[in-house]
């Protein structure tokens, strides 16, 4: 786990973190292509965009970039990263439960390591299909309760299989007595999902096509090529991948 949260780095780090903004851009834009139509020029929202890394990069490929972050020390070093970059990014103050955007706005929706840290999971998805056009996508990745591994707090062994509720408590008490297990956030994670409350929650909010990372994956090689495979078709290896592998990627399509 990282000394602190994300929305914290520093310039420096920030800088440093682009070659995996980058990579992590390009081959989510070749995953989602797979399933909605992204053409250059769709317009893309960053929730929780921190110091716009991802934005810099999809801006890079074309698209329009927008964000929503309220850290505001974040919102100025991405305005630097950009500059740098020579690309243009727009990051307004924002949270994910009340997006400052209209209806029918965003082609992508993109949240990365967000959902876990916010008061009302529920909203925040309700916001993502209300700012969406008809067909456009909505990716998140978030905390998993199914891997006994995480990245959320520090010295908790298999911390991912504890009851929520225990989880939550944990959280909070080491926000406000020993921040630095949760890496100096004021906002821990305090949401972790399985495939069901996922696809449950996507479908309450008026989401009907759902897509897991497995659905996603495109892997080189013809062995990773054979297991993916096997993975999509068999329900046991897919509750297996999903247990071995730390976090959870959904994209669910506005219909």
Same mark, same amino acid.
């Given at each position: 786990?990282?000394?602190?949260?994300?929305?914290?780095?520093?310039?420096?780090?920030?800088?440093?973190?682009?070659?995996?903004?980058?990579?992590?851009?390009?081959?989510?834009?070749?995953?989602?292509?797979?399933?909605?139509?992204?053409?250059?020029?769709?317009?893309?929202?960053?929730?929780?965009?921190?110091?716009?890394?991802?934005?810099?990069?999809?801006?890079?490929?074309?698209?329009?970039?927008?964000?929503?972050?309220?850290?505001?020390?974040?919102?100025?070093?991405?305005?630097?990263?950009?500059?740098?970059?020579?690309?243009?990014?727009?990051?307004?103050?924002?949270?994910?439960?009340?997006?400052?955007?209209?209806?029918?706005?965003?082609?992508?929706?993109?949240?990365?390591?967000?959902?876990?840290?916010?008061?009302?999971?529920?909203?925040?998805?309700?916001?993502?299909?209300?700012?969406?056009?008809?067909?456009?996508?909505?990716?998140?990745?978030?905390?998993?309760?199914?891997?006994?591994?995480?990245?959320?707090?520090?010295?908790?062994? @298999?911390?991912?299989?504890?009851?929520?509720? *225990?989880?939550?408590? /944990?959280? !909070?008490?080491? &926000?406000?007595?020993?921040? =630095? #297990?949760?890496?100096?956030?004021?906002?821990?994670?305090?949401?972790?999902?399985?495939?069901?409350?996922?696809?449950?929650?996507?479908?309450?909010?008026?989401?009907?096509?759902?897509?897991?990372?497995?659905? @996603?994956?495109?892997?080189?090689?013809?062995? *990773?090529?054979?297991? /993916?495979? !096997?993975?999509? &078709?068999?329900?046991?290896? =897919? #509750?297996?991948?999903?247990?071995?592998?730390?976090?959870?990627?959904?994209?669910?399509?506005?219909?």
């Amino acid at each position: 786990m990282s000394c602190k949260a994300t929305e914290q780095l520093t310039l420096k780090e920030a800088q440093a973190r682009l070659p995996a903004a980058k990579a992590h851009a390009e081959s989510l834009v070749r995953a989602l292509r797979k399933i909605a139509s992204l053409p250059e020029g769709s317009s893309v929202l960053d929730v929780g965009a921190a110091q716009g890394r991802f934005l810099i990069h999809m801006a890079d490929l074309g698209f329009n970039a927008w964000g929503v972050e309220p850290w505001s020390q974040a919102r100025d070093i991405a305005l630097m990263l950009s500059q740098q970059a020579n690309v243009n990014i727009s990051i307004v103050a924002g949270k994910a439960e009340n997006l400052p955007f209209d209806d029918d706005r965003f082609d992508l929706v993109h949240a990365s390591s967000v959902i876990e840290h916010v008061q009302n999971p529920a909203a925040a998805f309700r916001e993502a299909h209300r700012v969406l056009k008809k067909g456009g996508v909505y990716w998140f990745f978030t905390a998993s309760s199914m891997c006994p591994r995480q990245q959320e707090i520090k010295g908790f062994p @298999l911390f991912g299989w504890y009851p929520d509720t *225990l989880k939550r408590r /944990i959280m !909070l008490w080491a &926000r406000d007595n020993c921040p =630095r #297990l949760v890496g100096m956030s004021g906002s821990p994670a305090l949401n972790w999902f399985t495939p069901s409350k996922a696809r449950r929650m996507l479908r309450d909010v008026g989401f009907e096509q759902i897509y897991d990372r497995w659905d @996603l994956a495109s892997p080189s090689g013809v062995i *990773l090529t054979g297991a /993916i495979s !096997l993975i999509r &078709r068999v329900r046991l290896l =897919r #509750l297996l991948g999903n247990v071995c592998v730390s976090g959870c990627a959904y994209a669910a399509i506005k219909t």
